[in-house]
């Protein structure tokens, strides 16, 4: 029996398995994230949001941020779609 969003957890480990990940960005502002995904998918770039359940496992803590991971080859491509979308300010250093 398939619990409901493993479908979704197979696909992330599928993807962490296939590539390395650069972390292009740790943040908890959720409108940031929901942006960045929006930039990236409107460049053809995949974006995985690692993270994001560990603050419901914490107790809800909101000093745990998410991180923002990209295939290492689409890194530069992700770097400049950020910067010209305004959100240089936000990225990792790398």
């Known amino acids: 029996m398939r619990r409901k969003g493993q479908g979704r957890?197979?696909?992330?480990?599928?993807?962490?398995?296939?590539?390395?990940?650069?972390?292009?960005?740790?943040t908890n502002d959720l409108v940031l994230i929901s942006?960045?995904?929006?930039?990236?998918?409107?460049?053809?770039?995949?974006?995985?949001?690692?993270?994001g359940h560990m603050s419901a496992l914490e107790g809800s803590l909101p000093f745990l941020p998410r991180r923002l991971l990209v295939a290492e080859e689409f890194a530069p491509a992700a770097r400049r779609a950020l910067r010209e979308a305004g959100l240089a300010a936000e990225l990792r250093n790398g």
């Open 35 to 51: 942006r960045v995904e929006a930039v990236l998918a409107e460049s053809g770039i995949e974006v995985f949001v690692a993270d």
């Open 9 to 26: 957890v197979i696909k992330a480990a599928q993807y962490l398995g296939a590539r390395g990940l650069i972390e292009i960005m740790r």
